[in-house]
């Protein structure tokens, strides 16, 4: 096996003798590759081959994420704000108790949007995922994140509900991409996480810079959109042509029956003495879950603190002081921005260092909401240049999820018995992802009592 300092895309060509990892019972287990589950080394992947995989992860992360990116970076838009920036210029030498400057609607709801899909999908996969080939389901992920930007485009100012269904389709697009790239990734090396992490990083900076930047500009966010069609095409090329694939996923496309994965010698035998890996009971998922979710429940903590801040926060950190060169709505885009850096910072974390200690990352995420949530009551953050101390310390709330996220997949990786990989990678995902839907719930409910509350700064 590879050392955890190699960095390369292939499938681990060298077998360890013995290694400890969790078994079907949820038990520690010593497991060899043996005949049924191990590789062909002879099969290995060349050099080209393993630059093509790991491109290929860092494209479709870029990609997958890409759409909800710009879906909540373009919330405060979508909402259709009713207080201009004028309203920010007049209250800018406010001293007297106020109310904070509000959309009728808190941006809490477009992330409601951007994630019950993603919810549901990722919790109901496991039971029909292993059906479907990876080729199919890559196609309903293009499609759904081509019908995303089309959505909102059209949508303009008048018709809310469809630019809801076309954050719908993005969340789709991004939840049933994300759990089909992390199952995919146990056909490689676990050094795929790291390419495919960072990727999913980059699409913070890329989507969320793209869509502040272009609009910044004078571009309109609907031609915004329409140019970020050019993201969808990227993910299909990645995929289908630069990604390579082992023989059973790139013969495999049907819809109906799924050729599981059975290891390079298992594909050498006749398909009547093939059976799957990884079909199981519903008990043995249960199993299979438990020793989980000493990763999962760190990672569910911190996209709670991380997303309430995002959603329920960020569009009343405004500074009024900054209105004569930033409106409200664009520090509410920068904000956005400056954490997705934090994220592709920390998210390209696993090159520098490996942490095992997890519980530690949710403590000091809700050290940053508390620090925030005190900027928004008692704004003790000096008015003159403050704005850039909340760059600061957005940049570090993003630094946190974006090394929660790798590490945690990573572990998981590293400790979960060969065979029973694929499912774990997939189903660890709804950590996350229950998280943010729990912060996007209880940010709408903040926002409204935030908004009506009388301040004093």
């Excluded at 999962?296 to 569009?315: D, R, S």
């Excluded at 060969?418 to 839907?437: L, N, P, R, W, Y």
Aim: net charge neutral.
């Amino acid at each position: 096996m590879e050392s955890e300092e190699e960095f390369d895309g292939a499938v681990e060509s060298v077998p360890p003798s013995s290694y400890v990892r969790i078994n079907a019972s949820g038990e520690n287990a010593t497991n060899s590759r043996d005949q049924e589950t191990g590789w062909d080394p002879s099969l290995a992947f060349t050099t080209w081959d393993k630059a093509r995989v790991l491109t290929g992860f860092w494209l479709l992360g870029l990609c997958n994420n890409f759409g909800y990116v710009v879906m909540l970076s373009a919330a405060y838009d979508i909402l259709q704000p009713t207080t201009p920036v004028k309203k920010c210029l007049e209250n800018a030498t406010i001293s007297s108790p106020h109310h904070l400057i509000c959309n009728t609607a808190g941006t809490g709801n477009i992330l409601l949007a951007d994630i019950l899909p993603t919810l549901f999908i990722k919790f109901s996969a496991p039971f029909y995922m292993h059906k479907i080939s990876y080729n199919v389901r890559m196609i309903f992920v293009v499609l759904f994140n081509i019908a995303s930007f089309l959505l909102v485009a059209i949508a303009g100012s008048s018709m809310k509900w469809l630019s809801i269904l076309g954050v719908i389709c993005a969340s789709i697009s991004s939840g049933f991409g994300e759990i089909i790239m992390l199952s995919f990734s146990s056909y490689f090396s676990p050094n795929t996480i790291l390419t495919w992490s960072s990727g999913t990083g980059a699409a913070g900076i890329f989507g969320a810079v793209a869509y502040s930047g272009l609009t910044q500009v004078g571009l309109s966010p609907k031609n915004t959109l329409f140019l970020m069609l050019i993201v969808p095409a990227c993910q299909t090329f990645s995929y289908y042509w630069l990604v390579v694939k082992p023989p059973q996923v790139k013969s495999s496309w049907s819809l109906c029956s799924y050729n599981q994965r059975q290891g390079y010698q298992a594909l050498a035998s006749s398909a009547s003495e093939q059976r799957p890996t990884n079909s199981y009971t519903l008990p043995q998922m249960f199993l299979l879950i438990k020793p989980l979710l000493r990763f999962m429940i760190p990672l569910m903590f911190v996209y709670m603190a991380e997303y309430f801040i995002n959603q329920a926060l960020y569009e009343l950190l405004y500074f009024t002081s900054s209105c004569s060169w930033m409106s409200i709505e664009a520090q509410y885009r920068w904000f956005q921005t400056i954490y997705q850096v934090g994220v592709f910072l920390s998210r390209s974390s696993l090159m520098c260092f490996k942490l095992k200690v997890l519980w530690i990352l949710p403590i000091l995420q809700f050290g940053t909401l508390a620090t925030l949530i005190c900027q928004v009551l008692y704004h003790y953050i000096p008015e003159h240049n403050g704005i850039w101390i909340v760059f600061a310390i957005i940049l570090w709330e993003g630094c946190l999820g974006g090394v929660s996220y790798v590490h945690t997949f990573y572990q998981i990786s590293q400790q979960v018995e060969h065979e029973h990989k694929e499912f774990s990678m997939g189903v660890a995902s709804v950590a996350d992802t229950t998280g943010i839907v729990v912060s996007a719930g209880v940010s709408i409910l903040a926002h409204n009592g935030l908004c009506n509350m009388t301040i004093t700064w």
